[in-house]
T-cell receptor, first 114, second 113 residues
Framework: AQSVAQPEDQVNVAEGNPLTVKCTYS??????LFWYVQYPNRGLQFLLK??????LVKGSYGFEAEFNKSQTSFHLKKPSALVSDSALYFC????????????FGQGTTLQVKP | DTGVSQDPRHKITKRGQNVTFRCDPI?????LYWYRQTLGQGPEFLTY????????KSRLLSDRFSAERPKGSFSTLEIQRTEQGDSAMYLC???????????FGPGTRLTVL
């Protein structure tokens, strides 16, 4: 069965510093991986995805993620954090059935302090 | 706004009452999903429609839950005889045929007293 793990409940960084939000996955076959962000009382906003190709994926708002097959990881990164990046971040893997449903991690709260 | 919309945004009900939520997907999207999110957890899949056909239901979807997508457009999710454990955020998402990103609505927050 496919699964996603986000080992950190919360990540704290200072504004202007680089940030990393970790994600590891377990799938049979080639993974389709996603990152979403959720602001309070809002739905999820798509940030980026990895399907195939370059291991470094660039997405919205300056975020990027690095796919590492040997470590089964898909960590989210940003070179310089903003206070407005503070939110809840979810990593997800697409189910291998024809439905395309997403299987989410439990989420990581990112706190960027001025 | 051409995104996914959901109505209502908030619903407070008493235990035992029935509730119905509506989702309007992005108009050209064939695929529609319902997820449930409880506090401190990631969204969990409930059910999936391809056009008007409901093709998969999670074991989370007890017989008190029913979903429809008439004519392959908007969808409704009904919960009968609500229980306190049904309190959660109900999220709707849609995607294009053959595309992979799902676009989420703002969610309906249900509180069962």
């Amino acid at each position: 069965a496919q699964s996603v793990a986000q080992p950190e409940d919360q990540v704290n960084v200072a504004e202007g510093n680089p940030l990393t939000v970790k994600c590891t996955y377990s799938v049979s076959g080639n993974p389709y991986l996603f990152w979403y962000v959720q602001y309070p009382n809002r739905g999820l906003q798509f940030l980026l995805k990895y399907i195939t190709g370059d291991n470094l994926v660039k997405g919205s708002y300056g975020f990027e993620a690095e796919f590492n097959k040997s470590q089964t990881s898909f960590h989210l990164k940003k070179p310089s954090a903003l206070v407005s990046d503070s939110a809840l971040y979810f990593c997800a893997v697409r189910d291998m059935s024809n439905t395309g449903k997403l299987i989410f991690g439990q989420g990581t709260t990112l706190q960027v302090k001025p | 706004d051409t995104g996914v919309s959901q109505d209502p945004r908030h619903k407070i009900t008493k235990r035992g009452q029935n509730v119905t939520f509506r989702c309007d997907p992005i108009s050209e999207h064939n695929r529609l999903y319902w997820y449930r999110q409880t506090l401190g957890q990631g969204p969990e899949f409930l059910t999936y429609f391809q056009n008007e056909a409901q093709l998969e239901k999670s074991r989370l979807l007890s017989d008190r839950f029913s979903a429809e997508r008439p004519k392959g457009s908007f969808s409704t999710l009904e919960i009968q005889r609500t229980e306190q454990g049904d309190s959660a955020m109900y999220l709707c998402a849609s995607s294009l045929w053959g595309d992979n990103e799902q676009f989420f609505g703002p969610g309906t927050r249900l509180t069962v007293l």
